[in-house]
């Protein structure tokens, strides 16, 4: 191959994968890649570390999802936190905590309040359509990861949205597996970074089973969940998301 067709090769080439990019739509992807990875219904079984540099404490959960709004977490162990629950619907939340056999509705200004010392904070956790709703999601760029298109989006709050990020920057790949979210402030400063890794195959998709997240100023400190089993399915009972349910749930 001449000096002349291999340079003329790689000028089609780079205009295809501008084209490419520029026939992304973000708003529609950041959306696909949230329904991929929540599914219109899932029930998993996952184990949360917490690490701090003098200390470690591992707790299981055991969630339920359905939808983009509904979601339901239960600790089952340790013991001395078995019980402990979590429910969303919509932009509402309620905690239980089964020692004081009490229920309590979470204000607004708590759902950016860390899940159980945790440093994935309520609405983390939950994984709620406020990515979709709230925000304005551009393409700033792309990259790669194991041979596959990575489609970098800068998310900013819609005026008035009720959201505590002043910025969001997600790292989606092209088959809707979410790499990396990273959080910044109302000064557009770096707060938290969250990674995922170990990509499998799960039934009819591909699902990172463990998600870590780290403070962006922290040394050897972060949270990683790490999922034991995860099952889709097309729905689950809409009983299941109810507060009689949160405290009396049979596992």
């Not at 905690?95 to 056999?101: E, I, K, L, W």
């Not at 799960?202 to 922290?218: G, I, T, Y």
């Amino acid at each position: 191959m001449t000096k002349k067709m291999f340079f003329f090769l790689c000028i089609i080439l780079a205009a295809s994968v501008c084209s490419g990019a520029e026939n992304i739509e973000p708003q529609k992807l950041v959306k696909d890649a949230f329904n991929y990875l929540r599914g219109l219904a899932s029930i998993s079984t996952v184990d949360m570390t917490i690490h701090r540099p003098d200390w470690e404490r591992v707790v299981t959960i055991k969630a339920w999802t359905l939808g983009e709004t509904d979601s339901l977490f239960v600790i089952t162990a340790p013991p001395k936190d078995d019980g402990n629950g979590t429910l969303k619907k919509g932009r509402q939340m309620w905690m239980y905590n089964p020692r004081v056999n009490r229920v309590i509705k979470l204000p607004p200004s708590m759902m950016s309040q860390a899940w159980q010392g945790s440093d994935f904070s309520n609405n983390d956790l939950a994984r709620s359509d406020t990515l979709i709703t709230d925000y304005v999601h551009t393409l700033e760029g792309t990259e790669t990861h194991e041979g596959k298109t990575v489609y970098i989006i800068k998310s900013i709050p819609r005026p008035d949205a009720p959201v505590v990020w002043g910025m969001l920057k997600l790292n989606v790949r092209e088959d809707f597996v979410l790499l990396r979210e990273e959080f910044f402030d109302e000064d557009l400063e770096p707060v938290k970074v969250m990674t995922t890794s170990h990509i499998q195959n799960v039934e009819d998709r591909l699902f990172p089973m463990k998600w870590k997240m780290q403070k962006s100023d922290a040394g050897d400190e972060y949270t990683l969940l790490e999922y034991k089993s995860i099952t889709f399915s097309k729905s689950l009972n809409k009983n299941l998301f109810t507060l009689s349910n949160l405290k009396n749930l049979r596992r």
